[in-house]
């Protein structure tokens, strides 16, 4: 069987932020319980006029400019931040995209964890048939209520990764190990557009799920703690990382010392730290860190991932990095949108994070502001319109 994973890897984040000095002052914090304690300094903030589809939009957008948009067979677009009970969000993607009409399309749920789900199915779409190519995309907001613990966690981005036989950037290999269990750790209730979560057993369901699901990995494949170099945990929070990798290693007894373990995972946190939260997106925004900020040369490295999504659902795979996977990278285009974003000020933020979510029906028009090439222009009689800028 011909090799499949992931062929290209593209993010997008607001041009909004808000640092996380300015959330501390406002609550007469300690930044460093920020900076250090939880390992966060910024957090992206949705523009008005941006959603999950112009998130999507943007960060696929490098990944089929060059006319690809017609070979892709079908896309999975995976969120917790759904806009609609019914029509899939990655419908109004396929549209601004220019995705052809015999392409797939639909949407996936599980918490953070979904963007895996869709990662393996879409490997399995292309072991099937290899000439196909598959989108996948994972696109979120992560909204808490403020003034809990929960609010210096927000951020949003997206990720958008193809999926091919042949991978230019990373083999994904097909023994996965996964653990679930029915647990009330965050969830977001249908009347909500902020998540409930119980933060400190949270984390430890995220350890508990962690080691389980490693065990249930080591059954099927031959790889152990010491082949990997590094390593990508769905990141929350990076010092959620940074434990989860001590008590991985710790489990597998590895003679690496603190620093040796911060070297395998440290490259993955960078994003992170100044996006936050992204919830689906957050894991492969960290490959991304990974692949674009390691000074070392990654090709024939292995990585090992571990996605977890809150409810729960987590699962442990690996990968191979490809040869010259350096030059399929969008390196120049992530950072130039990172060096660029803007600052905002409290009163600001609270004016994006309390920006109206329009349902009567009536023409509610949206000014432009997203630096974005998509965004929502307006939501007439229940309709989202969607425009390339
Ligand atoms: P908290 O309870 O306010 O924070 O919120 P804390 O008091 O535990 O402090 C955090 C850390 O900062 C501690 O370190 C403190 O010691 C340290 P630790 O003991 O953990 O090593 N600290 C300081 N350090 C330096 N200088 C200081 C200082 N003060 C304190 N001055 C909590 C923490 C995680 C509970 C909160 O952020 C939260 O509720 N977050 C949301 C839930 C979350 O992210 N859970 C993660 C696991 S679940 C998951 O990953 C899934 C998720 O992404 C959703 C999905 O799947 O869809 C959330």
Redesign the pocket.
């Given at each position: 069987m011909s090799s499949v994973g992931i062929d290209q890897i593209s993010f997008y984040t607001s041009n909004y932020f808000l640092d996380l000095r300015t959330l501390a002052k406002v609550q007469e914090?300690?930044?460093?319980?920020?900076?250090?304690?939880?390992g966060q300094e910024k957090m992206s903030m949705a523009a008005h006029d941006e959603d999950i589809v112009t998130m999507a939009a943007n960060a696929a957008y490098p990944l089929v400019e060059n006319g690809e948009a017609e070979q892709v067979s079908t896309l999975l677009f995976a969120t917790?931040t759904g806009i609609d009970q019914s029509k899939a969000a990655g419908i109004y993607v396929h549209r601004l995209l220019g995705l052809n009409n015999n392409c797939r399309v639909v949407e996936l749920k599980q918490?953070?964890?979904s963007a895996t789900a869709a990662i393996q199915m879409a490997c399995a779409l292309v072991a099937r048939q290899p000439e196909k190519k598959v989108l996948v995309i994972a696109s979120?907001i992560?909204r808490?209520d403020l003034n809990?613990?929960?609010?210096?966690?927000q951020g949003c981005g997206a990720v958008a990764m193809m999926v091919t036989a042949q991978p230019r950037v990373l083999e994904i290999d097909p023994e996965v190990g996964n653990y679930a269990e029915d647990v009330m750790?965050?969830w977001r209730p249908n009347y909500r557009k902020t998540?409930l979560?119980?933060?400190?057993y949270?984390?430890k369901?995220?350890l508990k799920a962690l080691k389980k699901a490693w065990e249930d990995f080591r059954e099927s494949s031959s790889l152990t703690f010491n082949d990997f170099t590094h390593f990508c945990y769905?990141?929350?929070?990076s010092?959620?990382a940074q434990?989860a990798h001590q008590h991985l290693a710790k489990a597998n007894k590895s003679e690496l010392d603190a620093n040796g373990l911060e070297q395998q995972i440290a490259d993955t946190l960078s994003y992170n730290r100044i996006i936050g939260?992204s919830?689906?997106a957050?894991m492969y925004i960290g490959l991304t860190s990974l692949l674009e900020n390691c000074q070392q040369d990654l090709a024939g490295k292995r990585v090992g991932f571990f996605s977890?999504?809150?409810?729960?659902v987590s699962e442990f795979f690996s990968g191979k990095v490809a040869e010259g996977y350096q030059q399929f990278l969008f390196t120049d285009l992530h950072r130039d949108m990172l060096d660029k974003r803007q600052e905002v000020s409290y009163d600001e933020y609270l004016n994006l994070y309390k920006a109206p979510d329009p349902r009567d029906g009536e023409v509610h028009t949206i000014a432009a502001d997203t630096q974005g090439r998509f965004r929502l222009a307006a939501i007439s009689h229940h309709k989202r319109e969607y425009v390339a800028i």
């Open positions: 914090t300690d930044p460093d319980k920020y900076y250090q304690g939880i917790e918490a953070c964890y979120d992560a808490y809990t613990p929960g609010e210096a966690t750790d965050f998540a979560v119980d933060g400190k949270s984390t369901i995220y769905h990141l929350p929070f010092r959620m434990k939260n919830y689906t957050s977890y999504g809150s409810g729960c």
